[in-house]
């Protein structure tokens, strides 16, 4: 209790407040736009926190982390460019509701559902960190192929007009995710000599084509006419949050829990989390057939899961110092360069120290509602700028977008070729969602694959000698085997 | 541009068959089954198999044309419009390092907007305006190394 | 403000239009670009970044620094030896320098570039479970030549990285087959350790400061260090010539390069900030608190440096058959 009182004391100070309000406002900048990742907005803070007091420190870079996120959103809603990967899934969902006139519920869901997946995954973190870490550590390249196989999965519930269009999508993503040299066995491919290709093909400038471009090529064919529908105005935005948080609650809890048990294992991350969420939604809604047309519903979920992730990535960060993702390998350096070193003595000897930083997380989520609510209210305003002005001034934002995710000139090159693909594979409804999931989860999939080949000596049964591996096996089966029953079903039922 | 499902099929037919030929040419991790190799080739014949499927569904609408050109492309400046797009885009990567971000850009959004009718004096303010802003954004609070080209560094 | 963008406007086109001379008496009179091969998050890009904050300081310009990711390093060490030989951009060079041409990757060595100051240098460890029954590396060791190949995995980095090196060159030099231990890649050290955790693999030969979370945590506990000393971060462990008498030495090494034909003062006066900012003590206690080792040679000496690592490796990854 007194260390609880000392964690508030340590936070509440005019230093901490101004700092952790000022990193939300710089996360939410960076993570509006495209281009520029939540990874990158805390890499740019690390110089900063050399001259901070380790909790302002620590709060910069976690609140930046999570508005980062949120902050992604945006400009997937309002423009069809995802400001970050974990935005990707519902890209789609929420520009059709932009266009329906709705664009004010949609990026109220965002904020909202944003706001408690975080306060979600912060809540397991503080309660349950020292036991699921544990847990965590028990998953080897067995157990990650099975979750990169039910990722995979996924594809098949993101509906697709014509299913095997939707495997095409699927193939593509995976070849995509096979270039270069990022693979098990360090053997270049698809590379031609180039060193450029040896990099692979960076995700987020394929992103920013595959979405961004081809919608601005698309406009600029149609001579940028302005919107069909106008914005419509949410009158009491608390009514209007009320509403979704009793007929959504299933699919928020939903979204919580998977995207804090994805977060947990290190490696995945908020992407693969806004996926898989969006997906299960699909797969269990009421109403799948209102997906992809402005539905709020996968958006809740998913909105929801990929904040609960990035919280829970810092489980078996605290506690073991393994960073789950990206961001919290950067937080990591900066725990130990402010002596506060990741693992279990951190929750022992340094207690106010760990509450204060989980009470700097609560504080971020909150701080979420009412700057997320402002940039709303500006968002309005972008809505109402024509067209014709609007659709070059993206194309110049996606081109500086895809120059800052390598910083190279090769980044446009792959941005232009990705628009190029998605803009006929729309003309021809191939849809892109599986597409980016083949590229999100193709290295996952076939690093493990590969990995755990070599560890039994091309033994097949490997897979599933694992007492986790093998529950994770019979899952896929299952799903599987409900799959294609449902189908199967549906099909009889269509034709009788 | 839309290709029926037989062009489609074909698209896909070789060009998963290329990549699994390319495969066979990737070197193998000594003493390993499964190596570079396994998952292009696996991703290659699946290719294939999409393909025999669009087949067999090309097969059932009958006749149709390859490749059909879709209504938008009948609209006048609709193909000039994605031309000139896709034009700016290699521009600027061609240009950008040698001339610099401030002239590239504020030359392309001035060819996009006088292509979208915006007037003369209203193109120009906001080809200046958006530069100006995005190069102070991403310059200076972003940090990200945009081409300086023939420009000097503006005062920020 | 409307003054003030017309002004810039009037510097811009007046610029354009070649009236302002372009270099000054002074460098540097403009900001620097600092190239990091590897990406955000990771310990090179960290030391990368409190470098450039040092660099800032000392040159009075502000250094940028940049991640240039992908090919295991080829591309943003290509975008280092590629650039304008004017002193404002240089990068980070890591070991894999040495590594990457002999195995068949790129056609760069150590020698197209102007060495000014290698900052950092970490010896590989071998670490296993807390829990193992090996206590010593000599009963390690023994345990894995009187074993069948392959009932000893090891994890930590890619295929042919600095660790998969490190680890199959100490075997050699144990008279042990490489092969007998294969090596299972990893996207990194941290991916490697949360194997070793789930037993994939049995032994992780990364750098100490890379298990330390685990280490202090109890859970992992290292065996022998392959450097010249035994390191601040954990002094009980030993090194090898004190383990196990050998004196096989490996480690992952960060240092400060410009492109090849650098000019002398440029070169030099880089040199010296280099030097303030290693003896500063943020620096110091920067490298300290998060548990790198510090390294310091200046100019020629780290030229020589590299070329010597660039032998060793090339020599360790032709007899473990890695080299092309």
């Given at each position: 209790?007194?260390?609880?009182?000392?964690?508030?004391?340590?936070?509440?100070?005019?230093?901490?407040?101004?700092?952790?309000?000022?990193?939300?406002?710089?996360?939410?900048?960076?993570?509006?736009?495209?281009?520029?990742?939540?990874?990158?907005?805390?890499?740019?803070?690390?110089?900063?926190?050399?001259?901070?007091?380790?909790?302002?420190?620590?709060?910069?870079?976690?609140?930046?982390?999570?508005?980062?996120?949120?902050?992604?959103?945006?400009?997937?809603?309002?423009?069809?460019?995802?400001?970050?990967?974990?935005?990707?899934?519902?890209?789609?969902?929420?520009?059709?509701?932009?266009?329906?006139?709705?664009?004010?519920?949609?990026?109220?869901?965002?904020?909202?559902?944003?706001?408690?997946?975080?306060?979600?995954?912060?809540?397991?973190?503080?309660?349950?960190?020292?036991?699921?870490?544990?847990?965590?550590?028990?998953?080897?390249?067995?157990?990650?192929?099975?979750?990169?196989?039910?990722?995979?999965?996924?594809?098949?519930?993101?509906?697709?007009?014509?299913?095997?269009?939707?495997?095409?999508?699927?193939?593509?993503?995976?070849?995509?995710?096979?270039?270069g040299l990022k693979?098990?066995s360090g053997v270049p491919?698809?590379t031609?000599g180039?060193t450029?290709?040896m990099a692979?093909?960076?995700?987020?400038?394929?992103?920013?084509?595959?979405?961004?471009?081809?919608?601005?090529?698309?406009?600029?064919?149609?001579?940028?006419?302005?919107?069909?529908?106008?914005?419509?105005?949410?009158?009491?935005?608390?009514?209007?949050?009320?509403?979704?948080?009793?007929?959504?609650?299933?699919?928020?809890?939903?979204?919580?829990?998977?995207?804090?048990?994805?977060?947990?294992?290190?490696?995945?991350?908020?992407?693969?989390?806004?996926?898989?969420?969006?997906?299960?939604?699909?797969?269990?809604?009421?109403?799948?057939?209102?997906?992809?047309?402005?539905?709020?519903?996968?958006?809740?979920?998913?909105?929801?899961?990929?904040?609960?992730?990035?919280?829970?990535?810092?489980?078996?960060?605290?506690?073991?110092?393994?960073?789950?993702?990206?961001?919290?390998?950067?937080?990591?350096?900066?725990?130990?360069?402010?002596?506060?070193?990741?693992?279990?003595?951190?929750?022992?000897?340094?207690?106010?120290?760990?509450?204060?930083?989980?009470?700097?997380?609560?504080?971020?989520?909150?701080?979420?509602?009412?700057?997320?609510?402002?940039?709303?209210?500006?968002?309005?305003?972008?809505?109402?700028?024509?067209?014709?002005?609007?659709?070059?001034?993206?194309?110049?934002?996606?081109?500086?977008?895809?120059?800052?995710?390598?910083?190279?000139?090769?980044?446009?090159?792959?941005?232009?070729?990705?628009?190029?693909?998605?803009?006929?594979?729309?003309?021809?409804?191939?849809?892109?969602?599986?597409?980016?999931?083949?590229?999100?989860?193709?290295?996952?999939?076939?690093?493990?694959?590969?990995?755990?080949?070599?560890?039994?000596?091309?033994?097949?049964?490997?897979?599933?000698?694992?007492?986790?591996?093998?529950?994770?096996?019979?899952?896929?089966?299952?799903?599987?085997?409900?799959?294609?029953?449902?189908?199967?079903?549906?099909?009889?039922?269509?034709?009788? | 541009?839309?290709?029926?499902?037989?062009?489609?099929?074909?698209?896909?037919?070789?060009?998963?068959?290329?990549?699994?030929?390319?495969?066979?040419?990737?070197?193998?991790?000594?003493?390993?089954?499964?190596?570079?190799?396994?998952?292009?080739?696996?991703?290659?014949?699946?290719?294939?198999?999409?393909?025999?499927?669009?087949?067999?569904?090309?097969?059932?609408?009958?006749?149709?044309?390859?490749?059909?050109?879709?209504?938008?492309?009948?609209?006048?400046?609709?193909?000039?419009?994605?031309?000139?797009?896709?034009?700016?885009?290699?521009?600027?990567?061609?240009?950008?390092?040698?001339?610099?971000?401030?002239?590239?850009?504020?030359?392309?959004?001035?060819?996009?907007?006088?292509?979208?009718?915006?007037?003369?004096?209203?193109?120009?303010?906001?080809?200046?305006?958006?530069?100006?802003?995005?190069?102070?954004?991403?310059?200076?609070?972003?940090?990200?190394?945009?081409?300086?080209?023939?420009?000097?560094?503006?005062?920020? | 403000?409307?003054?003030?963008?017309?002004?810039?406007?009037?510097?811009?086109?007046?610029?354009?239009?070649?009236?302002?001379?372009?270099?000054?008496?002074?460098?540097?009179?403009?900001?620097?670009?600092l190239i990091v091969p590897w990406g955000?998050?990771g310990g090179t890009d960290a030391t990368a970044?409190?470098i450039?904050?040092?660099?800032?300081?000392?040159?009075?310009?502000?250094?940028?620094?940049?991640n240039r990711t992908g090919g295991s390093g080829v591309v943003g060490h290509s975008a280092i030896a590629e650039a304008?030989p004017?002193?404002?951009t240089i990068g980070i060079a890591t070991v894999e320098i040495g590594m990457m041409h002999w195995q068949g990757l790129t056609e760069l060595t150590y020698a197209n570039y102007t060495p000014l100051a290698l900052m950092n240098e970490d010896a590989a460890g071998v670490?296993?479970?807390?829990?193992?029954?090996?206590?010593?590396?000599?009963?390690?060791?023994?345990?894995?030549?009187?074993?069948?190949?392959?009932?000893?995995?090891a994890s930590g980095t890619g295929q042919g990285g600095i660790w998969h090196l490190a680890i199959a060159g100490l075997l050699n030099d144990?008279?042990?087959?490489p092969?007998?231990?294969?090596w299972?890649p990893s996207d990194g050290a941290?991916?490697g350790?949360?194997?070793?955790?789930?037993?994939?693999?049995?032994?992780v030969p990364v750098s100490l400061v890379e298990?330390?979370?685990?280490?202090?945590?109890?859970?992992?506990?290292?065996?022998?260090l392959m450097g010249p000393e035994?390191a601040?971060?954990?002094?009980?462990?030993?090194t090898l010539?004190?383990?196990?008498?050998s004196d096989w030495q490996i480690g992952a090494w960060r240092g400060i390069v410009g492109p090849q034909d650098l000019?002398?003062?440029?070169a030099?006066?880089l040199m010296?900030?280099l030097?303030?900012?290693y003896?500063?003590?943020?620096?110091?206690?920067?490298m300290?608190?998060?548990?790198y080792g510090v390294r310091w040679a200046r100019g020629d000496e780290f030229g020589t440096f590299m070329e010597q690592a660039d032998a060793s490796l090339g020599e360790t990854m032709e007899a473990v058959g890695l080299a092309q």
């Open positions: 209790m007194d260390a609880i009182l000392q964690a508030f004391g340590l936070v509440f100070t005019w230093q901490v407040l101004t700092t952790v309000t000022a990193a939300a406002l710089f996360g939410l900048l960076v993570g509006a736009v495209p281009g520029l990742t939540a990874t990158m907005a805390t890499a740019l803070l690390v110089p900063l926190t050399f001259f901070m007091d380790p909790i302002p420190a620590v709060g910069a870079m976690v609140t930046c982390a999570a508005m980062a996120i949120f902050a992604g959103d945006i400009p997937g809603a309002l423009l069809r460019m995802p400001g970050t990967p974990a935005s990707a899934a519902y890209t789609n969902e929420a520009y059709a509701m932009t266009r329906k006139g709705e664009a004010e519920t949609a990026l109220g869901a965002c904020v909202l559902f944003s706001a408690i997946g975080g306060l979600f995954g912060t809540i397991v973190l503080i309660f349950a960190a020292p036991a699921l870490a544990e847990f965590a550590l028990n998953f080897s390249s067995q157990e990650y192929f099975w979750m990169a196989m039910l990722g995979l999965t996924c594809a098949t519930f993101i509906g697709a007009a014509s299913p095997v269009k939707g495997m095409v999508s699927l193939l593509i993503g995976l070849l995509v995710a096979t270039v693979n098990a491919r698809f031609f180039s450029d290709l692979g093909i960076d995700f987020i400038p394929a992103m920013i084509g595959l979405f961004a471009v081809s919608e601005v090529m698309r406009t600029m064919a149609a001579g940028a006419p302005s919107w069909d529908n106008v914005q419509v105005r949410v009158g009491n935005i608390f009514r209007d949050w009320g509403g979704m948080l009793t007929r959504y609650w299933r699919q928020q809890i939903r979204g919580n829990v998977t995207g804090t048990a994805i977060g947990i294992l290190p490696g995945a991350g908020a992407d693969v989390a806004a996926y898989v969420s969006y997906a299960v939604s699909r797969r269990f809604s009421r109403t799948p057939e209102k997906y992809g047309t402005g539905h709020v519903e996968g958006i809740v979920e998913a909105t929801s899961s990929n904040n609960a992730s990035l919280s829970s990535a810092w489980v078996p960060a605290l506690v073991f110092g393994i960073p789950g993702d990206t961001i919290t390998a950067i937080v990591i350096g900066v725990l130990y360069v402010k002596g506060l070193n990741p693992g279990p003595t951190l929750f022992l000897f340094n207690p106010q120290t760990i509450y204060a930083v989980f009470l700097i997380f609560i504080l971020a989520n909150l701080l979420m509602i009412p700057l997320g609510w402002m940039v709303i209210k500006l968002a309005r305003g972008l809505l109402r700028t024509p067209r014709s002005i609007l659709m070059p001034i993206i194309l110049v934002f996606c081109i500086v977008g895809a120059f800052a995710s390598n910083n190279a000139a090769y980044g446009i090159v792959i941005m232009l070729v990705f628009g190029l693909l998605g803009f006929f594979m729309e003309e021809n409804d191939i849809p892109i969602a599986p597409c980016i999931l083949g590229i999100v989860i193709g290295p996952i999939l076939e690093h493990n694959f590969i990995t755990t080949m070599i560890k039994s000596d091309g033994s097949l049964l490997t897979f599933v000698n694992r007492p986790i591996a093998a529950v994770l096996a019979v899952a896929l089966a299952l799903i599987w085997v409900s799959v294609i029953y449902t189908t199967f079903r549906g099909r009889r039922a269509g034709s009788t | 541009m839309r290709f029926s499902d037989t062009m489609l099929g074909t698209v896909l037919l070789f060009l998963g068959a290329a990549i699994a030929v390319y495969a066979r040419t990737l070197p193998a991790v000594p003493g390993q089954q499964y190596g570079a190799a396994a998952f292009p080739t696996l991703i290659g014949l699946a290719m294939v198999a999409c393909a025999l499927v669009l087949f067999a569904k090309g097969w059932q609408q009958g006749r149709v044309a390859l490749v059909t050109r879709t209504e938008w492309t009948r609209q006048p400046g609709a193909l000039l419009a994605v031309f000139v797009t896709v034009l700016c885009v290699i521009a600027y990567i061609f240009l950008a390092r040698p001339v610099g971000f401030v002239p590239v850009s504020f030359a392309i959004l001035l060819v996009l907007f006088r292509l979208l009718s915006v007037s003369w004096g209203k193109a120009i303010f906001f080809a200046v305006a958006a530069t100006l802003v995005t190069d102070y954004v991403f310059r200076s609070l972003l940090l990200v190394p945009l081409p300086f080209g023939v420009m000097p560094r503006l005062p920020w | 403000m409307i003054a003030r963008t017309v002004l810039a406007l009037g510097v811009a086109l007046a610029a354009a239009a070649g009236t302002i001379p372009h270099a000054a008496a002074q460098y540097p009179d403009r900001p620097l670009t955000a998050g970044r409190i450039g904050a040092g660099l800032e300081r000392e040159l009075g310009q502000p250094v940028s620094v940049v304008e004017d002193g404002y670490q296993v479970l807390a829990d193992s029954e090996y206590d010593t590396l000599e009963s390690l060791l023994e345990a894995i030549a009187g074993s069948p190949a392959g009932t000893f995995r144990r008279g042990i087959d092969a007998s231990v294969p299972v941290a991916s350790l949360q194997d070793l955790m789930a037993g994939g693999v049995n032994l298990a330390r979370g685990l280490i202090e945590a109890g859970r992992v506990k290292s065996l022998g035994r601040d971060l954990f002094p009980d462990v030993p010539s004190e383990a196990i008498g000019p002398e003062d440029v030099t006066r010296d900030a030097e303030a900012v003896n500063s003590e943020d620096y110091q206690n920067f300290a608190a998060q548990g």
